[in-house]
Every structure is written in structure tokens, then in C-alpha cells.
């Protein structure tokens, strides 16, 4: 088969099923409609004259043939991309593409941005803040910082952290023993997605032996970054991540009242695969990296 005669669309409808595992996935990724990635796939089969998929009740399995030509594909797209992406970027500059959780961008990433512009001038980082865990391949995304399990099958995962929470508060609340929470407001917010690892009053009173009398104020916030606000405010006691409050401990604007300290979910570098042979992704990723290795939560 010729170039001039290479289906390009009904590759790329192939190479979005099999990432994706779904013709309707794949046709909500390209705009089109399921029966349209069907048709397309189908006419690729006849002109290959080998079956790609084996069709099941919503979903669609790859056959040995379609295993060996899906990484192919994938991997020629996304090398398209990134070289179609750097070609149009003005002076030589280029945009590498950040997401992660609301919280993390704004406690974490933001207060970084300006010392690593200082270190990559020629990379612009722009962040992309969601708590929805969207697939990499749906979005524009070059560089995912997850917080969870690891368990992010089809990208290439790094584990960064692993993350603590602790009970804090403003030092004015003259707060040293664990017995205050009987009589203290204590601030939590709700977790996006409910999992029995997320750190929760609940499970820090289990972990203590300290009760939690029912009486108890609390106050709760949707958002976690309005949590730390209100714990920084003097409005109660915490229970924070260590590494979003990290400047606030080193600074005292924030204490760690009493323990005991509750690990909680890892972060982690997630990747597209491939993803590294772009040199401003692989630069951008080593940098997060080192801010990890050289930033405990602890000293900020």
C-alpha cells in the first residue's frame, strides 16, 4: 500500500477505538457518529483483509492483528501532534500543558511558576485545574499530577509522594492536646470521589482513640483550598494535607496542633506513552520531579 493510498481516517477511527476500548468513546472523541467509526473500521478490515477487533456486548476487543498495529498508530499520531504543535509555535517557544487537581495547581503549582520560567525560558506552562480524572487522550494535556492509586492503565505513571494529613490550626488558637476537639469547630471538605483512604475525621478519631462527641461544630467546604483558608483564618482545626500547607507551617501561620499524622493517597506523574520524546514534556516532568525530591512537605 502506497502513501497516496494510506486511509487516514479510518486509521485514526482504528487507532481511537483501541485506545479508547469503544466505537462510541472513539466517536465522541472524533465528532462523528459510532456508526460512522463503524463503517470506517470495517472498510480498513476488508482492505487489510484481517479482522481488528473481535466485537463484545459495549466494547471492543483488539485481535493479535489489531494488538500489533494499535502502538504503531498510537505512537505516529502522537509524534504528529507534538511536531505539528512545535511548528506552530511562535519564536521557537512552546506550551507544555499541566493538569492536576484545583487544589494542587493552586497551593502547589502556581506559587512555582515564576522559578521555573526563570530556568525554561524558551517553555510556556499553562495549567489545566479539574478534579475529574479525564484520560490524557481526550485531552490536551501533556502532563497529568494524579493523586490516587497509580492505577491509570494505557499512560506511563511515576509515583511522586506520598501524602500525609495532619490536624492543624492557627497558633493563636493556643490548641496542644487532641481533647479540643470537643470543643473546637473543625473544618473539612468534601472529597471528590469516596474511597476508605481518604483522611477523614472519621479515620483520624479511629486512628487517635480520641472521640469525636456528635455535638461537635463542624464547618465544610466543597473546595479544599477554601479549607486551608479558613483553617489559616483561625476558624477551627483542619485536617490537611501536609504538602498543600507546607508554606504556612514554615512560615507558623499554620501548626500542627496534635497528632497523629494520616497517610493518604500518593501523587503521581502521568504521562501519555511516548510522551517524553517531546524535550519540553521530558524538561517540564524532571522539574516537577526535582520540586518533589527537594521540597519536603515538612520544611515547605
Known amino acids: 500500500m502506497t502513501r497516496r493510498r494510506l486511509p487516514l481516517s479510518a486509521l485514526r477511527a482504528f487507532e481511537a477505538a483501541a485506545r479508547i476500548g469503544s466505537f462510541k468513546g472513539a466517536a465522541e472523541e ?11 473500521i470495517r472498510d480498513l478490515e476488508a482492505e487489510l ?8 456486548v459495549r466494547k471492543v476487543v483488539l485481535t493479535d492483528a489489531g494488538l ?13 501532534q507534538d511536531a505539528i504543535e512545535r511548528a506552530a509555535k511562535p519564536g521557537g517557544r512552546t ?3 499541566i493538569g492536576a487537581t484545583n487544589a494542587f495547581t493552586a497551593r502547589w503549582l502556581v506559587p ?5 520560567s526563570k530556568l525554561e525560558r524558551s517553555i510556556d506552562l499553562q495549567l489545566a485545574a479539574s478534579d475529574d480524572v479525564v484520560p ?5 494535556v501533556d502532563i497529568a499530577i494524579r493523586y490516587g492509586q497509580g492505577d491509570y492503565p494505557g499512560h506511563v505513571v511515576e509515583r511522586l509522594w506520598q501524602d500525609e494529613f495532619s490536624p492543624v490550626c492557627n497558633p493563636l488558637l493556643e ?6 476537639v470537643a470543643t473546637t469547630p473543625l473544618i473539612d471538605f468534601k472529597w471528590k470521589r469516596a474511597t476508605p483512604r481518604n483522611p477523614t475525621w472519621e479515620r483520624w478519631s479511629k486512628a487517635s482513640g480520641v472521640a469525636i462527641p456528635d455535638d461537635t461544630p463542624f464547618l465544610r467546604f466543597s473546595d479544599e483550598t477554601h479549607a486551608i483558608q479558613a483553617a489559616v483564618a483561625g476558624q477551627g482545626i483542619g485536617l490537611l494535607s501536609t504538602l498543600l500547607v507546607a508554606p504556612e507551617l514554615a512560615s507558623g501561620a499554620l501548626v500542627e496542633c496534635f497528632g497523629p499524622r494520616m497517610p493518604a493517597h500518593d501523587y503521581f506523574l502521568v504521562t501519555r506513552p511516548r510522551a517524553m520524546d517531546n524535550p519540553a514534556v521530558g524538561a517540564v516532568a524532571s522539574w516537577i520531579k526535582a520540586q518533589f525530591a527537594t521540597s519536603p512537605p515538612s520544611d515547605g
Open 136 to 140: 490524557l487522550a481526550r485531552s490536551e
Open 175 to 180: 490548641i496542644d492536646s487532641a481533647e479540643a
Open 68 to 80: 500489533q498495529l494499535f502502538p504503531v498508530l498510537r505512537n505516529g499520531f502522537d509524534a504528529f
Open 30 to 40: 472524533l465528532g462523528v457518529t459510532p456508526t460512522a467509526i463503524s463503517h470506517q
Open 95 to 97: 506550551v507544555v500543558t
Open 49 to 56: 483483509g484481517i479482522a481488528l477487533f473481535t466485537r463484545q
Open 112 to 116: 512555582r511558576l515564576a522559578a521555573f
